[in-house]
T-cell receptor, first 114, second 112 residues
Framework: DTEVTQTPKHLVMGMTNKKSLKCEQHMGHRAMYWYKQKAKKPPELMFVYSYEKLSINESVPSRFSPECPNSSLLNLHLHALQPEDSALYLC?????????????FGAGTRLSVL | EDQVTQSPEALRLQEGESSSLNCSYTVSGLRGLFWYRQDPGKGPEFLFTLYSAGEEKEKERLKATLTKKESFLHITAPKPEDSATYLCAVQAAAGNTGKLIFGQGTTLQVKP
C-alpha cells in the first residue's frame, strides 16, 4: 500500500481565518513533504521533514507553518493567507529524506482564499 | 544550476498512435530520475525511477529510458485513458536532501 491521505479535499477560507491541512501515511516512511501546485505548473517544494525534524524550508512565508507531530502525520497550519496562496497543496512521503527514494503523493487539498 | 526541461508542452495523439515524450536535464550528479503521471485535480502518481544511463523500465504501454542528458517516455499504442500530464523530476546527488526538481510537464491527450 502506497497511500498518502490528505484532508480536507477542499478548503475555502478568508484572509483572516486560521485553518490546518492534514496528511497521514502508514508506510513507515521517515520523510514527509509539502508542495504547492498552481494550475498548469509543476509542484513546488515548500517543506521537508526528515525523522520528524524540519530539514528544508524553501523560504516559505511565515503564514504557512508546518508541524510533524510524529512520523506518520504532517500538518500545515495556515494563517492570514492571501488570495495568491490559492492552489493545490500536496503532501508526499518517502522512505527517508536521503538518497533517490520514491516520493508518493496524496490527492491534495484544493485551497481557495477569498 | 540544476534544471529539467520537458518537451513538447502538449501532445495530441490518435488512439493507437505511438509517440515519445522528452525530458532533458542538467544536474550536478544524478541520484535518480522520476516519471509521474498526474490527472487533473489529483496528486502525481509514481510511474518509474531510473538511476543510470542505459537503464530502461516498462509498464503496460509505457517505457522509460535514460541517457546521460535526457530521458524518454515512450507510449506505445496509447488509449484515451492514457490522457494526463506526465511530469519528469530529477534528484541531485549534491546535498542529499531528497529534493525533486520538476520539469514543466507534458500534457497528453489521446483521442479515440
Amino acid at each position: 500500500d502506497t497511500e498518502v491521505t490528505q484532508t480536507p479535499k477542499h478548503l475555502v477560507m478568508g484572509m483572516t481565518n486560521k485553518k490546518s491541512l492534514k496528511c497521514e501515511q502508514h508506510m513507515g516512511h521517515r520523510a514527509m513533504y509539502w508542495y504547492k501546485q498552481k494550475a498548469k505548473k509543476p509542484p513546488e517544494l515548500m517543506f521537508v521533514y526528515s525523522y520528524e525534524k524540519l530539514s528544508i524550508n524553501e523560504s516559505v512565508p511565515s503564514r504557512f507553518s508546518p508541524e510533524c507531530p510524529n512520523s506518520s502525520l504532517l500538518n500545515l497550519h495556515l494563517h492570514a493567507l492571501q488570495p495568491e496562496d490559492s492552489a493545490l497543496y500536496l503532501c508526499a512521503s518517502s522512505h527517508d529524506g536521503q538518497g533517490a527514494n520514491i516520493q508518493y503523493f496524496g490527492a491534495g487539498t484544493r485551497l481557495s482564499v477569498l | 544550476e540544476d534544471q529539467v526541461t520537458q518537451s513538447p508542452e502538449a501532445l495530441r495523439l490518435q488512439e493507437g498512435e505511438s509517440s515519445s515524450l522528452n525530458c532533458s536535464y542538467t544536474v550536478s550528479g544524478l541520484r535518480g530520475l522520476f516519471w509521474y503521471r498526474q490527472d487533473p485535480g489529483k496528486g502525481p502518481e509514481f510511474l518509474f525511477t531510473l538511476y543510470s544511463a542505459g537503464e530502461e523500465k516498462e509498464k503496460e504501454r509505457l517505457k522509460a529510458t535514460l541517457t546521460k542528458k535526457e530521458s524518454f517516455l515512450h507510449i506505445t499504442a496509447p488509449k484515451p485513458e492514457d490522457s494526463a500530464t506526465y511530469l519528469c523530476a530529477v534528484q541531485a546527488a549534491a546535498g542529499n536532501t531528497g529534493k525533486l526538481i520538476f520539469g514543466q510537464g507534458t500534457t497528453l491527450q489521446v483521442k479515440p
